[in-house]
Structure formats: C-alpha cells, structure tokens
C-alpha cells in the first residue's frame, strides 16, 4: 500500500530498555521527520532527514538516536527509554521541494513503565 | 523561533454552523501554511496547503486563508456537521524544511 505506516502501533516497555519504533514510506519522498506529541506541548521535532546518510536534531533529541540506510526508512532509537519518553510519535514524509504537503503516519503511542 | 498559537483551545457549536479557526505565527518568512485534522487516537490527515504566495486555498467546505505578513491564518468550515469534529491543527514552514505546530483547536460539533 502507498503512504506511510509506522510499526508498532502501540508498546509498552520498561524503563531502561532500548525500543525502536519503524517508520516507512513508499513514495521516496527526501525529507523524513519524527515527532512526539504530547498534551500542552503539541508537536515537536525529534530528528529529521534530508535524505539517505543524512539525520540532523530537531527540537528535543536528546536520548534518541536515528538512521537512515534507505530512503524509504526512517527508524528512531530510544537508547535506554524513561517515563518522560511515554507519548505519541509521529512520523512524516515530504518531498525535497518545501512546497510540498507533509504527510504522517498514523503514529506510534509508547508507554515507558 | 518560530511560534504559532491556536486560538481558541477548544470550540462547541451547533451543526449547520459556519465556523472560523484562526492560527498565528510569529515569523512571517514561511513557505507555507498547512491545516491538519486529527481524530482522537488518529494521525494527521492534510486538510490544506496554502503556499506563501497564495491568500487563500478551497476544498469543499473547508476555506483557507493566509496573511503572511500579518502572520495569521484562518481556516473557515461551511455548513458545519457533527463529523467535523475533531482537533484542527496549524503548521507551517520556515527556511528549513521542518514544520512548526500549533497545539491545534478542539472542535465539537453538537447534532
């Protein structure tokens, strides 16, 4: 199916342990971002790519790590997870052009216990 | 940095009601402007996109305007029906390729 899908849907895991939550697209869109949402905060960037090999920080990463081997992948690294990483996370795709709509996935919601 | 600020919080209107959402952003050197659905649970569905360039963009009910210079925009919905509601949110573009968010409006549509 075209668009953008995030696996898992929903986890649970423990504090301390490393989790990776997968994001895939099919339209070879450039950019790829994640996002986290969370009440009173709203969306914030995580990291995004410009393109394969190439990551860069957004707005909160610390305690996440991220990588892009193939441009249709974007997977996002929580190294040792926290309570403070419980939220939603959000992926999303755009073309390299910046007129271009940003699309997401249906997101992933993380429980740190 | 970019802030953009949804007002109001949350909206309850009668169905059959025009309504207006407003978003503002403080940098006016956007690309672009792009409104987002989000039902409770859900992800974001593109709604519109209005580039920089443009005042407004249409798509059926929905009516988008952008007034880059003032740094507002508005989202205007026809003829409002009880599966409008949902959380609208604002975000736009600036020089980099990432977007900025607005912590959205909670729309109820009351039958």
């Known amino acids: 199916d075209a668009g953008i899908t995030q696996s898992p849907r929903y986890k649970i895991t423990e504090t301390g342990r490393q989790v990776t939550l997968m994001c895939h697209q099919t339209w070879s869109h450039s950019y790829m971002f994640w996002y986290r949402q969370d009440l009173g905060h709203g969306l914030r960037l995580i990291y995004y790519s410009a393109a394969a090999d190439i990551t860069d920080k957004g707005e909160v990463p610390d305690g996440y790590v991220v990588s892009r081997s193939k441009t249709e992948n974007f997977p996002l690294t929580l190294e040792s997870a926290t309570r403070s990483q419980t939220s939603v996370y959000f992926c999303?795709?755009?073309?390299?052009?910046?007129?271009?709509?940003?699309?997401f996935g249906q997101g992933t919601r993380l429980t740190v216990v | 940095k970019q802030e953009v600020t949804q007002i109001p919080a949350a909206l309850s209107v009668p169905e059959g009601e025009n309504l207006v959402l407003n978003c503002s952003f403080t940098d006016s050197a956007i690309y672009n402007l792009q409104w987002f659905r989000q039902d409770p649970g859900k992800g974001l569905t593109s709604l519109l996109l209005i580039q920089s360039s443009q005042r407004e963009q249409t798509s059926g009910r929905l009516n988008a305007s952008l007034d880059k210079s003032s740094g507002r925009s508005t989202l205007y919905i026809a003829a409002s029906q009880p599966g409008d509601s949902a959380t609208y949110l604002c975000?736009?573009?600036?020089?980099?390729?990432?977007?900025?968010f607005g912590t959205g409006t909670r729309l109820t549509v009351i039958p």
């Open positions: 999303a795709s755009r073309d390299s052009r910046r007129r271009t709509e940003a699309f």
């Open positions: 975000a736009v573009t600036p020089g980099a390729n990432n977007l900025f």
